[in-house]
């Protein structure tokens, strides 16, 4: 199914699990902010002693290059033990395991005392506003739930001989800001050296080499204390190199190439990136003023102040800032929870050598929303990867060759309505 984003046209994927779910006696509701841009809906009804869990994935994609791939991005060809196809990671495998989970549930007259909601969401990939935000802002009462599972975590990650589950329990903020610089337009034929246009590129060039101040979180040290826990001698020195946030960051400043350092070092500081740049209509005119976009993210416990003023000190006062859109971090604390606690105790039931830990993450997703309807989130769509399949789970997010091991999918499917029966079921 090409849901590609934009356009979108998550219809198609929305009546698909709509004829999934209704075949078990579920019923779901369609509801869309524009034609075509489908949000799927449905509850599986518990006692009503807990309040409710939410699975929920987003159905669009990104978009997939076909020469690039060796099978069709919109094949969903089952080949080398692999599911194909775009979406397959992010994140098509946790719509298709939450439906299962539903059927499942529905199937064998499971008893919960709390409601089961399973959102299939549209618009994540282009900032959430006809899916999660719609359903948060106008249908809230049909997504409100104490709990959520969505992206990202739950997958295998593979350092030297250890195995850890990444958990997302807390995410960083966007902070996307327009960037201003005025003078004194001119003639072509009489250059000058304080044009906008220079001056443009000189503050390209001073944010491009800029460090921001590193903040270390808790979220980042309970991360990596939680992989220096069960560390066998092989990647003790890397663990000690994470578990030093301000060596870490000097590190993945020197050596770009390491790419763990480079991963981690976006978590360790608020960061920008020029994005958008405008300047000037006509070869024979300086222009008056110049313009960059920047893409700011916040860690949690930063605000947009915060990184307005780590950039005034790297742009200098000639470049004016204004904020165009914003959205705070998002953080599930404490993370010590009995969600968190039933996660690990059904992950390391079935992969006793493996730990899972909490992760920070430097992007966004739908939890930006429903955790504003009071649902505290974990990113948890499980997938099991074997180390010699060659798979790299964190680099598949819109890369090329998207895929997910069908055994590993099963796995997934076990875990998660494991899960969900286990926190569905306790006393209150
Ligand atoms: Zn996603």
């Not at 740049?277 to 976009?293: C, L, M, S």
Request: hydrophobic share 40%; net charge negative; with cysteine.
């Amino acid at each position: 199914m090409d849901t590609t984003n934009p356009p979108g046209n998550e219809r198609i994927c929305a009546q698909f699990l709509e004829r999934e779910l209704s075949e078990v006696g579920l019923s779901c509701e369609l509801l869309e902010a524009e034609p075509g841009r489908t949000n799927l809906v449905t509850r599986y009804r518990g006692s009503g002693k807990l309040p409710p869990l939410l699975l929920t994935a987003h159905t669009d994609v990104v978009e997939a290059d076909p020469t690039k791939w060796r099978r069709p991005p919109f094949s969903g060809d089952e080949f080398e033990g692999c599911l194909w196809g775009r979406g397959a990671v992010d994140m098509r495998h946790m719509a298709a395991m939450s439906a299962a989970v539903m059927r499942q549930l529905a199937a064998t007259g499971a008893k919960l005392d709390r409601d089961v909601i399973f959102a299939a969401v549209a618009d994540e990939e282009a900032g959430c506003d006809l899916g999660s935000r719609f359903l948060v802002e106008h249908h809230r009462s049909k997504v409100e739930a104490e709990y959520a599972l969505g992206e990202v975590g739950g997958f295998t990650l593979h350092l030297g001989d250890a195995t850890f589950y990444p958990v997302q329990v807390a995410e960083k903020g966007f902070c996307w800001i327009r960037a201003r610089l005025t003078g004194e337009p001119g003639h072509g034929s009489m250059p000058k050296h304080d044009s906008v246009v220079t001056r443009l590129g000189e503050a390209l060039a001073r944010l491009g080499n800029a460090h921001l101040p590193v903040h270390a979180t808790s979220y980042l040290t309970e991360f990596l204390d939680g992989l220096r826990a069960k560390q066998p001698a092989l990647i003790q020195p890397l663990a000690k190199l994470l578990a030093r946030p301000q060596l870490l960051a000097r590190v993945a400043h020197l050596v770009p190439s390491m790419s763990i350092a480079r991963s981690m070092s976006a978590l360790l500081s608020n960061t920008a990136a020029a994005t958008v740049v405008r300047a000037g209509a006509k070869t024979n005119v300086i222009p008056g003023t110049a313009e960059f976009e920047i893409d700011g993210r916040t860690l949690p416990g930063q605000t947009n102040e915060d990184l307005m003023r780590e950039l005034r000190a790297v742009l200098g006062p000639d470049v004016e800032l204004e904020i165009i859109k914003s959205a705070p971090p998002v953080v599930t604390e404490p993370v010590a929870s009995p969600m968190f606690d039933v996660i690990r105790r059904q992950v390391e039931l079935r992969e006793p050598h493996a730990t899972v830990v909490p992760y920070l993450i430097p992007g966004f997703t739908d939890a930006k929303y429903f955790s504003q309807a009071g649902a505290r989130w974990y990113g948890f769509s499980p997938i099991k990867i074997e180390k010699d399949s060659g798979i790299k789970f964190a680099e598949m997010f819109h890369g090329t060759d998207e895929r997910v091991p069908v055994a590993g999918l099963a796995w997934g499917v076990e875990v998660l309505d494991a899960v969900v029966r286990e926190i569905s079921n306790q006393p209150a």
